[in-house]
């Protein structure tokens, strides 16, 4: 089992950029899994520029096939007085696979504050796994690489009434589950919250994701993260979802919105 910070702690100096080695076991289909490439990008961006203040938010375009080793390129589109942006392009042979753009600014005083507590769940202990034991060869490679347990909604493919999935998730490896590149990889492990809505099998893309932290330094306990994934709308071969990441204490660590092709 190769963890996140393995990867991430072997990006090699390539040219203006970083390289990384995409292990099997990380790999969706043809890609690479959409969380790992962003994460990654993440990873380079902090090597690249290491006194940035702490991330804040990431719009993450899908281009195409992660089909090889990525190396990721970034550069400094604006630093403000409180917000930094930077983009990085991930390429392969050249080819652009990978655009994102980070914000990093650190948090302000402000008289707004609202609260958006996690659902009620039993323990991570007291939930089923999400993939039922016996079928791990049967979901994607990198899936096998975090712990899922479902606390609410449907499996893919059960022909469910509502694109709805709520989990307890973390890396599997133990020293993958700390910093906020671990955290931005975990965001989209879920399915697409359209696939319980799947009768049978079928292609599906990320075509984007915005992920947006709301602490400096989020923190949970024993690498459990509840995670969620919500079908806000779908049609014409494209699906819109929110997706929401609270930790152990019920306090909402990061929020995104993604679009998602779906080729059936």
């Not at 769940?121 to 791990?136: I, L, R, V, Y």
């Not at 990320?206 to 992920?211: M, R």
């Given at each position: 089992?190769?963890g996140?910070?393995?990867?991430?702690?072997?990006?090699?100096?390539?040219?203006?950029?970083?390289a990384?080695?995409?292990?099997?076991?990380?790999?969706?289909?043809r890609?690479?899994?959409?969380?790992?490439?962003?994460?990654?990008?993440l990873?380079?961006?902090?090597?690249?520029?290491?006194?940035?203040?702490?991330?804040?938010?990431?719009?993450?375009?899908?281009?195409?096939?992660?089909?090889?080793?990525?190396?990721?390129?970034?550069?400094?589109?604006?630093?403000?007085?409180?917000?930094?942006?930077?983009?990085?392009?991930?390429?392969?042979?050249?080819?652009?696979?990978?655009?994102?753009?980070?914000?990093?600014?650190?948090?302000?005083?402000?008289?707004?504050?609202?609260?958006?507590?996690?659902?009620?769940?039993?323990?991570?202990k007291?939930?089923?796994?999400?993939?039922?034991?016996?079928?791990?060869?049967?979901?994607?490679?990198?899936?096998?690489?975090f712990?899922?347990?479902?606390?609410?909604?449907?499996?893919?493919?059960?022909?469910?009434?509502?694109?709805?999935?709520?989990?307890?998730?973390?890396h599997?490896?133990?020293?993958?589950?700390?910093?906020?590149?671990?955290?931005?990889?975990?965001?989209?492990?879920l399915?697409?919250?359209?696939?319980?809505?799947?009768k049978?099998?079928?292609a599906?893309?990320?075509?984007?994701?915005?992920?947006?932290?709301?602490?400096?330094?989020?923190?949970?306990?024993?690498?459990?993260?509840?995670?969620?994934?919500?079908?806000?709308?779908?049609?014409?071969?494209?699906?819109?979802?929110?997706?929401?990441?609270?930790?152990?204490?019920?306090?909402?660590?990061?929020e995104?919105?993604?679009?998602?092709?779906?080729?059936?």
């Amino acid at each position: 089992m190769t963890g996140f910070n393995e990867i991430a702690n072997k990006l090699t100096v390539q040219g203006e950029g970083y390289a990384a080695h995409i292990p099997e076991d990380w790999r969706q289909g043809r890609t690479a899994y959409g969380g790992l490439t962003a994460g990654l990008s993440l990873a380079a961006a902090q090597k690249q520029f290491p006194d940035l203040p702490p991330f804040r938010s990431v719009t993450v375009n899908f281009i195409g096939p992660v089909s090889g080793p990525p190396v990721f390129t970034s550069r400094l589109l604006r630093q403000g007085r409180n917000v930094t942006s930077i983009e990085t392009e991930g390429r392969v042979e050249g080819k652009v696979v990978s655009s994102c753009t980070f914000i990093f600014a650190g948090l302000r005083d402000s008289s707004v504050s609202v609260d958006c507590a996690a659902p009620a769940a039993p323990a991570p202990k007291d939930c089923e796994p999400f993939t039922p034991p016996g079928a791990e060869g049967f979901v994607p490679a990198f899936f096998n690489r975090f712990e899922t347990k479902l606390i609410e909604g449907a499996r893919p493919m059960s022909g469910a009434d509502r694109g709805y999935i709520r989990t307890w998730s973390r890396h599997a490896d133990p020293a993958s589950r700390e910093g906020i590149a671990s955290l931005l990889t975990l965001g989209d492990v879920l399915p697409p919250s359209a696939a319980p809505l799947f009768k049978q099998l079928g292609a599906i893309s990320s075509v984007n994701w915005i992920f947006t932290v709301l602490m400096d330094d989020p923190k949970t306990n024993d690498g459990w993260w509840q995670v969620e994934t919500d079908l806000t709308a779908a049609a014409g071969g494209y699906s819109s979802q929110v997706m929401r990441i609270w930790n152990t204490d019920g306090e909402l660590a990061a929020e995104g919105m993604q679009c998602v092709a779906i080729f059936m």
